[in-house]
């Protein structure tokens, strides 16, 4: 199984033309068709990640310190 990204053009008939490349072999295969309708650029030089809104972190509680012997007790488990 390969994935490829490729681009299809949707003709006013409703019917949608793909190009492969030409290493697929001629024949019936099966086709999973993902239409992605919002597409909007990336800012130039800027990957998406750094978009994502800050989330505030800190433990539950300060006292807390997640020690092995804490967690496990004597027994080592």
Avoid: K
Wanted: net charge negative; glycine share 6%; hydrophobic share 40%.
């Amino acid at each position: 199984m390969r994935s490829l990204v490729v681009t299809a053009v949707v003709t006013p008939e409703h019917t949608v033309t793909v190009t492969v490349p030409g290493d697929i072999a001629p024949g019936p295969h099966q086709v999973v068709l993902v239409i992605q309708e919002d597409v909007q650029p990336l800012p130039q030089g800027q990957p998406d990640f750094l978009n994502w809104p800050a989330h505030p972190v800190a433990l539950v509680d300060p006292s807390f310190t997640f020690r092995r012997e804490d967690l496990y007790g004597d027994d080592g488990r």
